[in-house]
């Protein structure tokens, strides 16, 4: 048998099953069971987020009940849910086929429901097409139209229809999620691979199932998922190594963060890559300042949560916002930059000194002598 990847294995099936939209579900699961379900509704949010997971549940929540047929929804082959992408079926021709189908009656189901997927994407023409139909849809129709791009839908198109704006899902939601389906697949990772896993599928439940399945493919059966095979996998920059570089600039010591900087780099690590990972954990060390160590803002578990929390201690707020600022800054200029290694060196050695360039600051601010560092 085929393998299934992980993100079509472990889709949502119900409304009880949603993560990270459990409003949405709450609202349309409501106005079914109080018979208010309109005639058109348009989900917006980015990339794998449940849009399209929704859209089915919904549809199998109004045409469903047999067995065969919620499998047949929920795998995109209803003889009565038609799903479309309009990223490949955009043309005027395309919509006036819609038309014709619409009119009529669905085979086995209450309701003939079109999921149009990406539909931004319908050409001007191919829109004003849909919208006559949606004017004055037959009783028998439900339109369920996705969007990543909600300001390329004609106003009109959007005006006939129930909005709703999918959220990104949190990474500790992501993570959770995640370790529930470690145990199913009666696997172990470590809590810390998980959290990062969750990080770097910024709010989308799909890739950070991507994501797993990679590390998954990767290891031999019976091994437990670490630090050490994520790093390895993704080709992110070693944690301790960037701990070690934080460390050296907390020192005040530009020539050991500079040798922290040259060994990231010499290992193979993208640069961007780099400075992504930097400003990562400096957020986490800002918002452990701001907020405390046992913050949920703080996309840091077990041991990783407690090293953070101690080199934390080492710096405040606000120096940690300009640190974060400056390697943003730096990032966007190096891109387009002939010299990116020396603006990265320069970074990191301005980053080790901050402390001695803000105390010349006060003195030609006329704030007199320093005081001695300790």
């Given at each position: 048998?085929?393998?299934?990847?992980?993100?079509?294995?472990?889709?949502?099936?119900?409304?009880?099953?949603?993560?990270?939209?459990?409003?949405?579900?709450?609202?349309?699961?409501?106005?079914?069971?109080?018979?208010?379900?309109?005639?058109?509704?348009?989900?917006?949010?980015?990339?794998?987020?449940?849009?399209?997971?929704?859209?089915?549940?919904?549809?199998?929540?109004?045409?469903?009940?047999?067995?065969?047929?919620?499998?047949?929804?929920?795998?995109?082959?209803?003889?009565?849910?038609?799903?479309?992408?309009?990223?490949?079926?955009?043309?005027?021709?395309?919509?006036?086929?819609?038309?014709?189908?619409?009119?009529?009656?669905?085979?086995?189901?209450?309701?003939?429901i079109y999921i149009i997927d990406e539909v931004h994407m319908l050409t001007k023409d191919a829109f004003n097409t849909l919208l006559k139909v949606m004017e004055e849809p037959p009783d028998h129709v439900k339109f369920i139209l996705a969007t990543t791009e909600p300001h390329k839908v004609l106003p009109t198109i959007q005006s006939r229809c129930q909005r709703f704006d999918f959220r990104n899902i949190p990474t500790t939601e992501i993570a959770r999620h995640l370790g529930e389906v470690v145990s199913k697949e009666e696997l172990k990772a470590e809590s810390d691979v998980l959290m990062e896993i969750a990080r770097l599928a910024s709010g989308s439940m799909r890739d950070g199932l991507s994501l797993l399945d990679r590390l998954i493919a990767a290891v031999p059966p019976g091994q437990t998922l670490d630090s050490a095979v994520l790093e390895q996998v993704l080709g992110l920059p070693e944690r301790t190594l960037i701990a070690d570089l934080i460390e050296a600039v907390a020192d005040g010591d530009p020539a050991k963060a500079l040798a922290r900087t040259a060994t990231l780099l010499e290992k193979g690590t993208d640069q961007d890559q780099m400075l992504d990972s930097l400003v990562h954990h400096l957020r986490n060390l800002m918002l452990i300042c701001a907020c405390g160590e046992d913050s949920e803002l703080v996309e840091l578990s077990g041991e990783a949560r407690a090293e953070a929390a101690k080199l934390a201690k080492r710096f405040d707020a606000a120096g940690l916002v300009h640190l974060i600022a400056l390697v943003e800054s730096v990032k966007r200029n190096a891109r387009n930059s002939s010299t990116a290694r020396a603006l990265v060196d320069a970074m990191v050695v301005r980053m080790a000194m901050s402390e001695q360039l803000a105390d010349v600051g006060r003195l030609l601010a006329g704030g007199g002598v320093p005081a001695k560092k300790r």
């Open positions: 048998m085929a393998y299934t990847a992980l993100a079509r294995r472990y889709r949502s099936q119900g409304f009880d099953e949603v993560v990270g939209q459990e409003a949405i579900a709450r609202t349309l699961r409501n106005a079914i069971e109080q018979d208010r379900v309109g005639h058109a509704y348009l989900f917006v949010g980015t990339r794998g987020v449940g849009k399209t997971s929704m859209a089915r549940i919904f549809a199998k929540a109004l045409n469903g009940g047999d067995e065969e047929v919620d499998r047949a929804i929920m795998e995109g082959r209803d003889t009565d849910v038609i799903e479309i992408d309009a990223a490949s079926n955009r043309k005027v021709e395309d919509a006036r086929e819609l038309i014709a189908n619409s009119v009529y009656r669905p085979l086995r189901g209450r309701f003939k």
